[in-house]
C-alpha cells in the first residue's frame, strides 16, 4: 500500500521548515509570548516607572535643602547604609538625582531582573513542563523557536521599563542623559539575568528548578554587589563582579560614564550563545542536570502530606537559610563600624529609629532585622502559592483521590511552611547576633542570643501573610491582592524614612507595629492581635477551599 501523498499546505510547510530550520516560527512564537504577556509587562513597567516618578515628586518635599540631602548622605558613608543601597557616588555634595540612582537604582535593577527571569522561565521551561512545548514543537516549528522568542520578548520588556522609567525621570526635571543612563541600566540588569534564566531553563527539568538557580544567581550578585560597597565609598573590585553593580557604576547624576554597561552587554550575550548550545545538546523536555531516580519504595514520612510537602520544599528551605544567614552574619560583622559610625555622627541615630544616646548596636541590628523578616514574608507567600501550582498541575486531584482530606492537605501545607519560616527567622537573627560577636567587644556576647530570640517577634506577622495567601487560594481569587498589600508594606518599610512619609503611616505598615527588639521593650499586644488575625484567616481559608471544586 503507498502512502497518501503531502499536500500542497502539508509541502510548504514542509519546504519553510527546511529553509528556516531552527528559527522556523519564531514570529508567530514572539508574537503569541507577548500577546500572553500583555498585561504583565505593563504592569511591571508602570509599576516601576510610577514608582520613580512618586520619588521624584515627594523626595523634594522630604528634602527641601541641602543640609537634608547632607544627612542623608552620612547614612551611606556607613558601611551598613552601602551595604543595602550603592556605592556611594556624590556624597560630597548630594542631590535628588544622585539619591535616586545610590539609593533606587539598586532595587530597581532587581525588579527588573525578577520580572525577566520569570518572563523567560515562563516561556521556555515552563511550556515544556507543562506539555504545550511539544505540540508547539509538532508543527513547522524549529529547535530554537521558542527560546529565540523568549529572548525577543525579554528585549521587548526591559525597553518598556526603561522607556517609561525614562519619561518618569524626565517628568519629574531630571537630566536627560543621566535618566537615560540609569533607565539603560535598568534595563540592562534585566536582560543579564534573562539570559541567566535562559541557561537555567536548559539544566533544569522544572520551571521552579529554573527559576530558583536564575534567582540564587540574582542573590549571590547582590550580596557580592553589598559586600564590595561596604568596603569602600565607589565600591571596590567585588563590586565589579555584580551586574547590579555595573548599572550603579555609571554614575548617573553625579560623573556620567556610559562604559560600564558594556560588560552587560557581553555578559548577556555570552549567556544567549551558552543556552543556544545547550538547547541543541538535550532532548525536547529533559535537562541537562539529571533528575536523581528515587527509592523504589517511599519512607514513611512520605506517607502524609507534610512528609511530602517538606520533601518538594527542601531545597528551597535550605537555600533560603543558607542565603539569610550568611547575608545576616555579613551585616552583622559590621557591628564595630556602626558603632563607630554613630559615635561620630549622634544624630543618625534618629534615621534608624533608635533614641540618641541609646544603644546603636542594638538599634541598627534591630532594623536590619526587620528587613530579613520582610524577605521571609516573601519567601511564605510564595511557598503557600505552590498549593495553586499543584492544584494546576493535577497533582492535588491525585493527593485527594488517595484519601488525602482538603482540610489535612491545607494545615499540613502551612505548617511545613511556617516551620520553615520560623528555621528562616531563627538563622537570620542568629547571623545578625553572631556577626556582631565576632566584631564588637567581647560584652557582647549574648547578642547572638539575643537576636535569634527577637526573630521569633516577626513570626505572628509571617503566619498572617502565610493565612492571607491560603485564603486567596480557597477563595481562588488569586493572589494579587496579596502581594500588593505585601509590596505596600515593603516599600513603606523601606523607603517611608527616606520620603519622610507621617509617623503614623509608618506605624501603621505591618512590619512597623512589629517591635523592633531587643533595642526596644517587648511588647506583646500587637504580636498577640497578629497570631488572632492569623487564626481567623486560617478558619476562612480552610472551608473556602473545603467548600469549591477543583480547577479542571
Known sequence: MSAAAPSRGQRDGLRGARTAGALAGTGRLFHFALLRDRLRIPLWAVALGGLVGYFGAVLPLAYPDQAALQTRAAILKDPSGALLSGPGYGLEHYTLGALLANEVLGMLAVAAALMSIFLVVRHTRAEEESGRAELVRAGVVGRHAPLTAALAALLVANGA??????????????????????????????????????????????????????????????????????????????????????????????????????????????????????????????????????????????????????????????????????????????????????????????????????????????????????????????????????????????????????????????????????????????????????SVEPDARNLALEFTAASLAYLPLVSCFAALTALAYGLRTGSWWVWLILIASLLIGLYGPILRLPEALLEAEPFGLVPAVPSVPLNAGPLLLMGLTALVLLAAAVPAFRRRDLSV
Open 161 to 438: 521599563v526603561a522607556v517609561v522609567l525614562t519619561v518618569a525621570m524626565l517628568g519629574n526635571g531630571l537630566a536627560r542623559a543621566d535618566s537615560l543612563a540609569l533607565a539603560a541600566g535598568v534595563g540592562a540588569a534585566g536582560v543579564v539575568f534573562g539570559a541567566a534564566a535562559a541557561v537555567t531553563a536548559q539544566l533544569s527539568q522544572s520551571a521552579r528548578g529554573a527559576t530558583g538557580l536564575a534567582g540564587g544567581a540574582l542573590g549571590l550578585a547582590y550580596l557580592l554587589r553589598g559586600i564590595g560597597d561596604a568596603q569602600r565609598v565607589g565600591g571596590t573590585a567585588l563590586s565589579w563582579l555584580s551586574p547590579i553593580g555595573w548599572s550603579q557604576q555609571t554614575r548617573a547624576f553625579v560623573d556620567l560614564r556610559w562604559w560600564p554597561l558594556l560588560p552587560a552587554v557581553v555578559l548577556a550575550a555570552l549567556l544567549c550563545l551558552a543556552a543556544y548550545l545547550l538547547a541543541s545538546r538535550r532532548d525536547l523536555g529533559a535537562g541537562l542536570i539529571a533528575a536523581r531516580p528515587g527509592p523504589s519504595r517511599a519512607t514513611r514520612a512520605l506517607t502524609s502530606p507534610a512528609g511530602l510537602v517538606f520533601r518538594l520544599e527542601r531545597v528551597s528551605i535550605l537555600s533560603w537559610c543558607l542565603g539569610l544567614f550568611a547575608f545576616a552574619l555579613l551585616t552583622g560583622s559590621m557591628g564595630q563600624a556602626i558603632v563607630d559610625s554613630f559615635e561620630a555622627r549622634p544624630e543618625l541615630a534618629a534615621v534608624i529609629g533608635g533614641p540618641p544616646g541609646g544603644d546603636a548596636l542594638r538599634a541598627a541590628l534591630s532594623a536590619f532585622l526587620r528587613y530579613f523578616a520582610m524577605a521571609v514574608a516573601v519567601h511564605v507567600v510564595v511557598t503557600v502559592n505552590r498549593l495553586r501550582r499543584e492544584e494546576d498541575s493535577g497533582r492535588t486531584a491525585l493527593l485527594l483521590a488517595a484519601g488525602a482530606g482538603r482540610d489535612r492537605l491545607m494545615l499540613h501545607f502551612l505548617a511545613v511552611t511556617l516551620a520553615a519560616d520560623t528555621l528562616l527567622l531563627l538563622a537570620a537573627g542568629f547571623g545578625l547576633g553572631a556577626g556582631a560577636v565576632a
